[in-house]
C-alpha cells in the first residue's frame, strides 16, 4: 500500500487524475481532524482554537513526514529520525489538549 501511494504521490505532479485524488484525499483528512477538534472543544477535552487551521497544521506537518518516513524507507536509509519526528509532531500537537498527552513510539 506504501508502494502505491508513492506512486500515486509521485503522479500527481504530471497526472490531473492523480493531483485529484491527492487533493481529494487531503481535504477529507483535513475535514475529519477538524471535526474531531471540533467535538474534542465541545466536551471540553480540547481548548478552544480554530479546528481547521490546527486541522491544517497537523495533517500537512504528517503529510511531509510521511513522505519522508517514505523515502527513507525506499532508499535503505534509517527511518528512525523521522519516525520520531511524526511522534513529536503529534506530541505538540497534541499539547493543546487541557491533559497533556505523550504519544510514544512502541515495539
Not at 490531473?16 to 475535514?31: F, M, N, S
Amino acid at each position: 500500500m506504501s508502494q502505491i501511494w508513492h506512486v500515486v504521490s509521485m503522479e500527481q505532479y504530471v497526472n490531473p487524475i492523480a493531483g485529484k485524488l491527492i487533493l481529494e484525499e487531503d481535504t477529507r483528512k483535513i475535514t475529519s481532524a477538524a471535526y474531531i477538534f471540533d467535538k474534542l472543544q465541545m466536551n471540553g477535552k480540547m481548548k478552544p482554537c480554530n479546528s481547521l487551521e490546527v486541522a491544517h497544521l497537523y495533517m500537512y506537518s504528517i503529510r511531509v513526514q510521511h513522505l519522508d518516513y517514505g523515502l527513507r524507507i525506499i532508499h535503505g536509509k534509517d527511518s528512525e529520525v523521522a519516525k520520531q519526528m511524526m511522534y513529536r509532531t503529534c506530541n505538540l500537537i497534541y499539547s493543546i489538549y487541557e491533559g497533556y498527552v505523550n504519544v510514544t513510539l512502541s515495539a
